[in-house]
């Protein structure tokens, strides 16, 4: 496949997907230029891997070597649909981790809510309720007037309206 990378690379096509022998799209016809052919896969072009120098008599083209290529435009029409499985796993981290900030989000601005309104209710003073205990105003009346006295000094501060 090394070689194949490296031949698909040097006719300028996409990637190698097959690397075929014995000829598979039939004999070759012509001068063999290169044997036993071993590449790294990052060379440019196959006269830059290791191998014999052709015509030899020890190939014949019934040993031809064949690749099938990845074709370029095909390539690149494909890169935008091939997705990987840690990328969509991010996809999907991603997502789940985006609808719990907005469920946090929806949980805080709801809390302050709470606090707000039970901030305001608990408030001093917000609605007075008054309630007289056995108010009679006759009583009042007559326990003003019944009372002889009066302040006994005028620097005396309290005034004994109601006698224990």
């Known amino acids: 496949m090394r070689d194949a990378e490296v031949a698909c690379r040097q006719l300028g096509c996409g990637p190698a997907v097959s690397a075929l022998a014995e000829a598979a799209f039939g004999e070759g016809t012509g001068p063999i230029w290169l044997e036993q052919v071993e590449c790294r896969g990052t060379e440019p072009s196959l006269q830059a891997c290791w191998a014999?120098?052709?015509?030899?008599?020890?190939?014949?083209?019934?040993?031809?070597?064949?690749?099938?290529?990845?074709?370029p435009i095909l390539e690149y029409a494909t890169i935008g649909r091939r997705v990987s499985v840690p990328v969509i796993i991010c996809i999907i981290l991603g997502l789940i981790i985006c609808l719990l900030l907005a469920l946090l989000a929806r949980q805080v601005q709801s809390a302050r809510?709470?606090?707000?309104?039970?901030?305001?209710?608990?408030?001093?003073?917000?609605?007075?309720?008054?309630?007289?205990?056995?108010?009679?105003?006759?009583?009042?009346?007559?326990?003003?007037?019944?009372?002889?006295?009066?302040?006994?000094?005028?620097?005396?501060?309290i005034c004994p309206y109601f006698s224990p």
Do not use: W
């Open 113 to 157: 809510a709470r606090h707000r309104d039970s901030r305001r209710s608990g408030e001093p003073f917000s609605e007075a309720v008054y309630e007289e205990i056995e108010y009679s105003p006759m009583r009042e009346k007559k326990m003003r007037f019944s009372f002889s006295g009066g302040c006994r000094s005028q620097q005396e501060h």
């Open 52 to 71: 014999r120098t052709g015509d030899g008599a020890a190939c014949r083209h019934k040993e031809d070597a064949a690749v099938n290529c990845l074709d």
